[in-house]
């Protein structure tokens, strides 16, 4: 029998492996966490948007260097410019700065007990004669490399999550259920502490671009859409363009961005799809944006990667306490998440679909006839009302807007 050198090894300190280390080694366990950064946090790839939500639900007070500011709701804009001002005390969040953020979620494990080893690449999954995970092989910046062994291994990598799929995960994603982004963060840009949305399918098609408010007249500009568009699918009429080419055209067309400078640039992909079948097997469970928990309408994945890590660590105490890593022990999260988040993200995910079905001409008279009530409501996965207000001067949307209506197809 292999000698176990931790408890569980949880591969990634993002905020899914960073908050399921911290409640792991509080509840008694002995945890190894590994990320193949030199430094956590960096690079970031991200626009740093966070509701207050998940951290007040867990306690958690946000120092001050963890952000850049403080933002009190959405401007959300159609394709013909009409605004909505969306301002509610749910709507109260932050722009991070991320590579301070996930950092102090990895010291808030580290105080907790937990070891967090950077330049530590998981490269391969150890297994036992009948398949199951006992360790990982890591590699420390790609010179040493060595064996580590637990009876719990926890995959929070993130979009690459190739030792997940080496645990028999299918964690590959499709074209359609990617979101590919571009981002810069930009200067001078005033603002009026809203982020801001800008939805139309010439803008960002089956997307959105973003302007997340940093101090100082900063602000991550950015965009995110369909992966499928990128590859030449003519959706909205554009065809086939990169999200970089859109967001350059968005900013030539801003006022206050066109000569705004650049002071950072980077390209990611984000799962906007539903989440995998399954979060665990015997020995192991896949948390975060590695088991695709993002929110299909906006691709934003921390709140919920920090969420599933509350779940999963309260799972991994109960078997650590019984010795009993199977799948059936391990199940539990599987069911609490898809019970409650999962709801969620499922909902969002059906709003999507029929969101990338909307030609522009429809976006506006949507856009004319919302409020910001309708927003919440259709956010709340309340769709009834602002659909039926939408079919009131548009009937003939009824073919696509009846997918939100419960017992119609
Ligand atoms: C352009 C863009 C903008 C976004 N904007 C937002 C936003 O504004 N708000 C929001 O909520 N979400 C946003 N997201 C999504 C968000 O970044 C992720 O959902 C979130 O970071 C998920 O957290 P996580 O802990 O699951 O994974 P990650 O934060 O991705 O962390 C995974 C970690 O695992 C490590 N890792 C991977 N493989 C290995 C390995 N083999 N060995 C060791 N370490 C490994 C990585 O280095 C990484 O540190 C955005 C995504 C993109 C691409």
Redesign the pocket.
């Given at each position: 029998m292999t000698k176990n050198d931790h408890d569980v090894i949880v591969?990634?300190?993002?905020?899914?492996?960073?908050t399921f280390a911290r409640l792991a080694a509080q509840g008694g366990m002995d945890v190894l966490v590994?990320?193949?950064?030199k430094e956590?946090?960096v690079p970031v790839?991200?626009?740093?948007?966070?509701g207050v939500g998940e951290l007040v639900k867990q306690g958690l007070d946000i120092p001050k260097r963890c952000y850049s500011t403080q933002v009190e709701g959405s401007k959300v804009v159609g394709p013909n410019g009409r605004e909505i001002i969306w301002k509610t005390d749910d709507t109260k969040g932050w722009i991070l700065e991320r590579k301070i953020f996930?950092k102090w979620l990895c010291e808030l494990a580290v105080e907790k007990g937990a070891k967090v080893k950077t330049y530590?690449?998981?490269?391969e999954v150890l297994k036992d004669g009948k398949g199951k995970p006992t360790g990982v092989k890591?590699s420390h910046g790609g010179r040493e490399s060595y064996d580590v062994h637990a009876p719990l291994i926890v995959s929070?990598?993130?979009?690459?999550?190739?030792?997940a799929r080496q645990m028999g995960f299918k964690t590959v994603h499709s074209l359609y259920d990617v979101d590919t982004?571009y981002?810069y963060e930009m200067k001078p840009y005033d603002h009026e502490n809203l982020i801001e949305l800008y939805f139309g399918n010439k803008i960002a098609p089956r997307g959105y671009v973003?302007i997340?408010p940093k101090a100082d007249k900063k602000a991550n500009v950015?965009i995110?859409i369909g992966g499928n568009v990128v590859n030449g699918k003519k959706l909205g009429g554009v065809d086939g363009a990169a999200p970089k080419v859109l967001l350059d055209e968005f900013i030539k067309n801003n006022d206050q961005l066109k000569d705004a400078s650049t002071l950072l640039d980077?390209?990611?992909?984000?799962s906007v799809g539903a989440p995998i079948n399954e979060f665990v097997q015997d020995n192991c469970m896949v948390?975060?944006?590695?088991a695709k928990?993002?929110d299909p309408i906006h691709?934003?994945?921390?709140?919920?990667?920090m969420e599933c890590g509350v779940m999963a660590a309260a799972v991994a105490i109960k078997a650590h306490e019984k010795k009993d890593y199977s799948k059936k022990m391990l199940m539990e999260y599987d069911k609490v998440w898809r019970a409650e988040p999962g709801k969620v993200v499922a909902e969002r995910l059906l709003l999507r679909k029929v969101i990338e079905k909307v030609s522009d001409d429809d976006f506006n008279h949507i856009f004319n006839t919302l409020t910001d009530h309708d927003l919440k409501a259709i956010m709340d996965g309340k769709f009834a009302g602002p659909v039926t207000k939408v079919l009131a001067g548009r009937p003939q949307l009824i073919g696509i807007l009846s997918a939100l209506i419960p017992g119609k197809k």
């Open positions: 591969i990634g300190g993002g905020p899914a492996g960073a590994i990320d193949k950064r956590i946090g790839r991200c626009g740093e948007g966070l996930d530590t690449r998981a490269v890591i929070a990598e993130g979009m690459e999550s190739m030792m982004c981002e973003w997340f950015g995110g980077f390209g990611g992909v984000i948390i975060g944006t590695a928990q993002v691709g934003g994945g921390i709140g919920l990667a």
